[in-house]
């Protein structure tokens, strides 16, 4: 029998090109960020979006995106599209609904958030404040360092004296430095909850008020701005006559840059 394959070599070498590039790295770069921000199109421009979940549902098994598959006007489902894989297609209705569902609980999740927020100090404004304390810390620090070049410059420290004072004063700059950097992270972590709220929460609201009133391509193009992708998982086949939603999806919400 014939065989037909497509083999990748994936110990390839990678070197530095000889030509001048014809864009800067910079610009290549802008270029990518747009691109993650900017998912692309689940079907192609010259066909209309026929299911609301398109672009959006993932196999948990297999990891491929799920796809739609027409059976007649009440049957429409969405299946996995990898040979061999083990989990079984669902109805699109149900799945939308599921979807629709859990967007409902996230969104209460987001306002239980920003509530318990309002009651409790600003966390931004506590971590602002111990990010300006450690600044000063380590201004000061940095200044007794300097002095103490100058006094063993001036011959007031022997070089003893000075090697023990400079390294205390340095492993408390380095100490300083990796609070800082923790500090940094926690502060860059609390602007995006913040940024993420303040963004889908008036976004999934607007979704949920209209999206009964919508065809399927607005009601994709609104699910792909608040929603990332859901996995989804079924492994036991529905009984006749239902019920159709033993099954397990998980939502991964668009976290906003």
Same mark, same amino acid.
């Not at 549902?57 to 007649?72: A, E, F, S």
């Not at 799945?95 to 409902?104: G, K, P, V």
């Not at 006749?240 to 840059?257: A, K, M, S, W």
């Given at each position: ?18 030509h ?33 979940l ?31 894989c083990?989990?079984i ?5 149900v ?11 996230y ?49 007031i ?24 950097d ?9 602007n ?9 929460i ?17 009601? %994709? ?11 989804y ?6 009984p ?5 939603? %033993? ?11």
């Open positions: 029998a014939v065989v037909h394959s497509r083999p990748r070599n994936h110990n390839y070498d990678i070197y530095d090109g000889l001048e590039p014809i864009i800067s790295q910079e610009l290549f770069q802008a270029v990518q960020d747009i691109f993650a921000t900017h998912p692309s199109k689940p079907v192609a421009s010259a066909w209309e979006i026929q299911n609301p398109a672009g959006l549902v993932y196999c948990k098994l297999c990891g491929h995106r799920m796809i739609r598959r027409p059976q007649d006007k009440c049957k429409t489902m969405i299946k996995c599209r990898t040979k061999g083990s989990c297609a669902s109805y699109e209705y799945l939308e609904q599921a979807t629709i569902e859990a967007l409902e609980r969104l209460e999740e987001l306002k239980l958030e920003e509530r318990r927020e309002v009651r409790k100090t600003n966390t931004l404004e506590v971590l602002d404040s111990e990010m300006n304390s450690i600044d000063k810390e380590l201004l000061s620090l940095s200044e007794q360092l300097d002095k103490a070049y100058d006094l063993v410059e001036k011959g420290y022997t070089p003893e004296i000075f090697m023990k004072r400079s390294q205390t004063l340095q492993n408390k700059i380095s100490d300083l430095h990796s609070r800082r923790k500090l940094d992270k926690r502060i860059e972590k609390e995006r909850i913040l940024n993420k709220r303040q963004i889908l008036p976004k999934i609201e607007n979704l949920l008020d209209i999206y009964d009133t919508l065809d399927a391509p607005n009601k %994709n193009a609104l699910l792909t701005e608040v929603i990332e992708s859901i996995d998982v079924k492994t036991e086949r529905s006749q006559g239902g019920p159709y939603d %033993n099954f397990t999806i998980e939502l991964h919400p668009r976290i906003p840059v």
